[in-house]
């Protein structure tokens, strides 16, 4: 069984930075495109970002378009969401997600485990 464990999250200043991270832990790392995506209080959860298995490929949602990077370092079994100018829109609890298969995904649905989630706060 996958195991996914967020951290990085806490309080930024509105226009600050913050880096996640996620390491995956129970099956081969690299077998997995990985996501990120967040969910605001009283709001469905959204996709933000995704990369291909071998993190050749990459997408984001265009809210943080510019702003986010996703990254990954397979030797570590890691994924990185580096969040660059951050809006007072982006507090979130934000979650990473592994799903079978090499490509980029932004539907919840296509992704097969997922972490507990990291919490983001912005103050402007």
């Known amino acids: 069984q996958v195991q996914l464990v967020e951290s990085g999250g806490g309080s930024v200043q509105a226009g600050g930075s913050l880096r996640l991270s996620c390491v995956v832990s129970?099956?081969?790392?690299?077998?997995?495109?990985m996501g990120w995506f967040r969910q605001a209080p009283g709001k469905e959860r959204e996709f933000v970002a995704s990369?291909?298995?071998?993190?050749?490929?990459?997408y984001y949602a265009n809210s943080v378009k510019g702003r986010f990077t996703i990254s990954r370092d397979n030797a570590k079994n890691t994924v990185y969401l580096q969040m660059n100018s951050v809006k007072p829109d982006d507090a979130a609890v934000y979650y990473c997600?592994?799903?079978?298969?090499?490509?980029?995904?932004?539907?919840?649905?296509?992704?097969?485990?997922w972490g507990q989630g990291t919490q983001v706060t912005v103050s402007s």
């Open positions: 129970g099956r081969t790392f690299s077998s997995y495109a």
């Open positions: 990369i291909s298995r071998g993190g050749g490929n990459s």
């Open positions: 997600a592994a799903r079978s298969g090499p490509l980029v995904a932004v539907e919840t649905q296509r992704y097969d485990d």
